[in-house]
């Protein structure tokens, strides 16, 4: 019947004496005898994985002491022994924790040279880790092993850096040039990190941008015909009224110059109104577009259908660049444009 201690104490006194003459099938088998009486007894357990290690039954090894953190997570000697078996069997990452966790346990305890050492495996098995970088750092900054401390900073900060973790590799750095304010690697690193975070900001400050192409070969192909003339005349191109939107309080009489934001080749030195078509005068701002100037006169009929046909060509050109602009021009801006098609038409 379990819970014999009388037979417990025999087996395990046996499997030690068998352990330390390293007969390990033997003590493996008295330990499995002390199981039977208390399965729950973690030295028995422990020993038992130990004889599995020492006869290279790995996995067993490893579910015995894994049985016994279950019971008891901070048992350093269960969990090194873990910690090499994941190494052994190829696990790194879980080997990393596992160290890691070690180490910490030891330095809680105040073991700080066992705590060094098991760092040290984390960073083996992970370099490009941060935290067993910064834990090294704080360890060395207690010891006063200033130069130590600095190392394991720039290395914490870069392995930050490699996360793309900017606010922590900046702090890492920090560290180093409080100790040392001459430290050149730090001082490129924090370059680096500073001018890393303002790329990013700009990046995400950034406004999508609009292909200027398309635009222009909407512009295009909406004019048809007008493409082809010379850009002079294309650039002086009046406002049409066909927009509900537009007012005429603005005077006939008014000039819309360089509402592009300082695109003149757009809508730049468009002119008065009162030059288009209702002065037989000549004209520099809209020579050739419009009838009143020609040389010779004309009749009425014929005066009528050039205004018209020039009408609809301004309008189309006119509602392409208003289209082009939409995206740049300001609202007052926009306003500006559509009294002065209001106003021309």
Not at 201 to 210: I, K, N, S, V
Not at 251 to 269: C, E, F, L, Q, Y
């Amino acid at each position: 019947m379990p819970g014999n201690t009388q037979v417990f104490s025999a087996a395990m006194n046996a499997a030690d004496r068998h352990r330390w003459d390293s007969h390990w099938a033997e003590a493996l088998q008295d330990y499995q005898r002390a199981l039977t009486e208390f399965p729950e007894d973690a030295m028995a357990r422990s020993g038992l994985g130990f004889c599995y290690m020492q006869t290279k039954q790995w996995q067993k090894a490893l579910n015995e002491y894994a049985n016994v953190l279950q019971g008891d997570p901070s048992n350093v000697i269960a969990l090194s022994k873990t910690a090499e078996l994941y190494g052994i069997l190829n696990r790194r990452d879980e080997a990393y924790h596992a160290y890691l966790h070690l180490a910490d346990l030891y330095a809680q305890a105040g073991q700080g040279a066992r705590a060094e050492a098991a760092w040290q495996k984390a960073v083996q098995l992970s370099p490009s880790s941060p935290e067993p970088y910064e834990r090294l750092a704080g360890y060395y900054f207690e010891k006063k092993d200033i130069a130590q401390m600095i190392q394991q900073r720039l290395a914490a900060a870069r392995a930050y850096l490699l996360r793309n973790e900017l606010i922590p590799a900046q702090l890492q750095c920090q560290e180093v040039l409080r100790a040392d304010r001459t430290n050149g690697q730090a001082q490129q690193l924090l370059m680096h990190i500073m001018s890393g975070a303002q790329r990013a900001g700009q990046q995400a400050t950034q406004p999508p941008r609009t292909s200027a192409g398309a635009s222009t070969s909407a512009v295009r192909q909406d004019n048809g015909a007008e493409s082809s003339a010379k850009p002079e005349q294309r650039d002086n191109i009046p406002l049409s009224p066909s927009d509900p939107s537009a007012s005429s309080d603005q005077p006939a009489t008014d000039t819309v110059r360089n509402i592009s934001g300082g695109n003149t080749g757009i809508m730049g030195n468009m002119g008065s109104a009162g030059n288009y078509g209702g002065n037989s005068g000549p004209s520099t701002a809209m020579a050739g577009n419009g009838p009143g100037m020609q040389p010779a006169p004309q009749s009425r009929l014929q005066v009528a259908r050039s205004q018209e046909r020039c009408s609809r060509r301004s309008y189309i050109k006119t509602r392409a660049v208003l289209m082009m602009l939409s995206t740049s021009v300001s609202r007052f801006w926009k306003a500006v444009l559509i009294d002065r098609m209001h106003a021309t038409f």
